[in-house]
Structure formats: structure tokens, C-alpha cells
């Protein structure tokens, strides 16, 4: 949690210095309402942690609703992927399930900043809550059998002897074992600093930076033999692209 407290401390510290720059910007234009999706990559995710759906329509002259979807891959914090030594193939070690977050949002986007047409930055405070809908999926491995031309694929059990090491020949297919997923309700809060850099109105890009926390009403078993948890404090970064009118 101490990098999330610095975070927060790093955001306040922008806000301020946004706060002086207020009523410097002329000509600035109007818009109603914005569509946007994003890239997100985040401290509980891999490379790429997912993708984000936001729809904001405008309350006054500084305040939006918004209105989100996030569809993340949430990992535990002591994944770790090896070679397979016959295949050299990835997997996860000691990894038994997948967590998939749809995190529904509602919120409000403060505009701290507005930019003129086709230069500067906008600026906005983003503060969004909701429901987390998780979808625990089992994490299948391919491994030998006693025949030497088969092999079969399972949801991988650290505790099965014939899971170990040189048994485990890599992953199983994309999606195997969906069907046999198990749902998990939580609740999502977020804050974070949205900047708009997009030089055409009726097009958005820029990115997004905050804390979140997904949190679910029960503890999600991700890796058997090591610590789990029901709460995932999170840092992340979202890069976007929409359009608005």
C-alpha cells in the first residue's frame, strides 16, 4: 500500500499546480458528450492488463457523468511463468485459476483544465464506482501421460504428483475450461487524473492515471500454495482514443 499512498500524494500535488493554471486558457470550445476505450496496463495485470469503455456526458460547464466498463486479466502478485523443459513452452507455475474483472462503473469526471482548440492539454479529476462481476476460470496445463503419444489437459493442481515439473509440457488452449467458471461479486472504486491531448474536437487521445481497488465479497483462489486475496489495490495507466460532440 505505500506506493499507492505515494501515488495519491503525487496526484494531490498535480491538482494543485492544475489549480494555477486555471483561466489561462481562451477560446476554448464546448462539447456535450464523449465516447471513449482504452488500453490499460495497471500493477495487478500483465504487459497488457485490458480494456476500458467510458461514455461521458456533460452536466454543467465543468462536471460530466460518466458511465464504464473495464474487462481486466487480475493476476496474483507472486505469478511467475517457467519453461517447460521437454517443450519450452510458458506456463504459470503454481497458478490454478484465471481472474477475469468486468468492473461497471459510474462516476464523475471535474474539469480542472480546459484546452483551447488544437493546442494544450484538458485536464479532469476522474472519481467512478460500481460493481465487479469476477469470472473465476481454471487455469489448464498439457501434460504427459504414461503413453508416449498422448498427453491430456487438466486444471493444473500443485498438490497432483502428476503435476510436477517434468511432466508439464506447457499451457492448454486459449479458452479451455471456460465453461467451468465461477462467479464472484465485488465492487471497484476509482480515482485518477484524465489528459486530453487530442489537436481535432471531434476526436480524443490522450491517457489516464490513477489508484483503484477491486475488492470481492470473498477471498479469489488464484495460486493454492500461496497468500490469495479478496482485495487488489492497483495502480494503472490507460491509454485512450474516442470521439466527442
Not at 64 to 92: C, D, H, S, W
Not at 193 to 219: C, H, P, R, W
Request: proline letters at 4%; glycine letters at 10%.
Amino acid at each position: 500500500m505505500g506506493s499507492l499512498a505515494k501515488t495519491v500524494i503525487t496526484l494531490l500535488v498535480v491538482v494543485s499546480s492544475i489549480q494555477n493554471l486555471r483561466g489561462q486558457t481562451q477560446d476554448s470550445y464546448e462539447y456535450n458528450s464523449e465516447f471513449t476505450w482504452g488500453i490499460n496496463k495497471n500493477s495487478a495485470g500483465g504487459l497488457i492488463g485490458g480494456f476500458t469503455f467510458k461514455k461521458a456526458k456533460r452536466i454543467n460547464e465543468r462536471l460530466f457523468a460518466t458511465y464504464g466498463l473495464e474487462i481486466m486479466n487480475v493476476k496474483n502478485p507472486q505469478e511467475v511463468r517457467i519453461q517447460a523443459p521437454e517443450t519450452g513452452n510458458f506456463y504459470t507455475f503454481g497458478k490454478s485459476n484465471y481472474l477475469f474483472a468486468f468492473r461497471f462503473q459510474y462516476g464523475r469526471d471535474l474539469v480542472l483544465f480546459t484546452k483551447a482548440p488544437q493546442q494544450g492539454i484538458e485536464i479532469k479529476a476522474v472519481l467512478a464506482v460500481g460493481p465487479s462481476v469476477g469470472i473465476v476460470a481454471p487455469y489448464y496445463i498439457e501434460r504427459k501421460t504414461g503413453s508416449q503419444f498422448n498427453t491430456v489437459s487438466e486444471q493444473y493442481n500443485p498438490d497432483n504428483p502428476k503435476h510436477n515439473y517434468s511432466n508439464i509440457l506447457g499451457t492448454g488452449y486459449l479458452f479451455e475450461g471456460l465453461g467451468d467458471s465461477k462467479i464472484q461479486m465485488g465492487g471497484n472504486i476509482k480515482l485518477g487524473f484524465n489528459f486530453e491531448m487530442g489537436v481535432v474536437k471531434s476526436q480524443v487521445t490522450g491517457f489516464e492515471v490513477g489508484v483503484l481497488i477491486d475488492a470481492y465479497f470473498k477471498e479469489v483462489i488464484l495460486m493454492p500454495r500461496a497468500p490469495n486475496q479478496a482485495v487488489y489495490p492497483t495502480v494503472y495507466f490507460t491509454l485512450f482514443y474516442g470521439s466527442r460532440k
